[in-house]
């Protein structure tokens, strides 16, 4: 009995020595990276650069050997290498490191064409509706734009979080050749996230096919990529921008009055990006926010409540914008109620119009992404009708 405890314990020891050298375990710290150049559109004779910088540790105690044809034999030694290929097809990179005690692989496909193949073009599409939320003509270009428009709110629902689908075609893509066919329509929607992991921003499959239903997006404008490929696995992409335009109107509505010496407010509440350095240079930057409101000069069921003296039923409502840190960006109070006509007013009402954007009324200190808001406010004693509240969101 004590003879086959010894075997047993014997085996096992040796078992775990055979262990610690499985190639597949990155468990100690030793882990397989590789990148090569070029990276897609590779032809027969091409010589491709591989580069296993990336792999750990970064000491200098690493060995590198690569299997460029998934035979199991080592065809090159070194942290760089070069190799290329004499015939078309998909084939299989092996490089495996070692530290001397511990090793790890990792596998890649490499796609080579036949050096006269022709390489695919990429077509984003673009669409302009015919009219914006008000009738009046959008111009169009190599662009996307659509309108979210709500021109009948409820006052209940002060905050805009309104979407829309935006719908993409990649039909004008070309395959390259009269005998090549589009195999992929590969649409990245967010060029800033790197969303399969494997190092490059720009070519995400975050939607596939010709013609696609980019749901749920906000109003904002972002650069998106159209990436083709062709039956032989050469590709294209293409860049364009999608404007989303928001327009919001509440109509026929009160605001109290200020009866208790404090102003009354209404917010009215939406997001914005407004920094191009938060979008990473991707240019998600709104081109302006408008504030349009139109009430009476005088409210119909007004009346004086110090009779003999001037008229308390003038009416004077005012907007105020503030940016996500609660700074105010601008408002309307120093407008003079005889200049209040913006817009198509008409004799017995008063419009007046906030905007604000870039530096248009408030330096560069002040841009602060995030949920900015216009508020109404009236610091009149009187109730007072509100004939409209209109906010645009325009990117385009």
Not at 145 to 167: D, F, G, P
Not at 272 to 295: C, D, F, H, M, W
């Amino acid at each position: 009995m004590k003879h086959l405890l010894l075997v047993v314990m014997f085996l096992a020891a040796s078992l775990s020595g055979c262990l610690s050298g499985d190639e597949s375990s990155s468990d100690s710290g030793v882990e397989a990276v590789f990148d090569y150049e070029p990276a897609n559109n590779i032809r027969t004779g091409d010589d491709i650069d591989f580069d296993a910088g990336s792999s750990l540790p970064s000491d200098g105690s690493l060995t590198y050997k690569w299997d460029f044809t998934n035979d199991g034999s080592i065809d090159e030694t070194g942290r760089t290498v070069s190799w290329s290929y004499p015939d078309a097809g998909t084939y299989t990179v092996k490089l495996t490191v070692s530290d001397g005690t511990s090793s790890h692989s990792q596998e890649r496909s490499v796609i080579v064409a036949d050096a006269d193949a022709v390489t695919p073009t990429a077509d984003a599409g673009s669409d302009s509706p015919s009219t914006d939320c008000d009738g009046e003509s959008v111009s169009t270009g190599n662009y996307y734009i659509v309108y979210i428009c709500e021109m009948n709110r409820e006052l209940s629902n002060k905050r805009i979080e309104a979407s829309t689908t935006v719908n993409l075609d990649g039909g004008e893509s070309e395959a390259g050749s009269d005998d090549e066919y589009i195999a992929e329509w590969n649409w990245d929607t967010d060029l800033m996230t790197d969303s399969d992991g494997d190092g490059d921003k720009e070519n995400d499959a975050d939607l596939t096919g010709e013609v696609v239903e980019w749901k749920d997006v906000i109003p904002g404008e972002y650069k998106i990529s159209l990436t083709v490929v062709n039956g032989v696995g050469l590709t294209a992409t293409d860049d364009v921008i999608v404007y989303v335009n928001y327009v919001g109107r509440w109509s026929d509505f009160e605001i109290a009055g200020n009866t208790s010496n404090n102003a009354i407010d209404m917010n009215f509440d939406f997001n914005v990006v407004q920094s191009p350095e938060s979008s990473g240079g991707n240019g998600n930057t709104i081109r302006k926010a408008v504030g349009e409101l139109i009430y009476p000069q005088e409210d119909e069921d007004c009346t004086d409540i110090i009779p003999g003296e001037e008229s308390n039923c003038r009416a004077k409502l005012d907007l105020y914008g503030f940016n996500s840190t609660e700074e105010e960006a601008g408002n309307t109070s120093a407008i003079p109620l005889d200049q209040r006509q913006a817009g198509d007013c008409d004799s017995d009402t008063d419009c007046v119009w906030l905007q604000f954007t870039g530096s248009y009324h408030f330096d560069e200190s002040q841009w602060k992404d995030g949920d900015w808001t216009i508020t109404l406010r009236n610091e009149k004693t009187n109730d007072l009708q509100v004939e409209s509240l209109t906010i645009r969101l325009i990117y385009k």
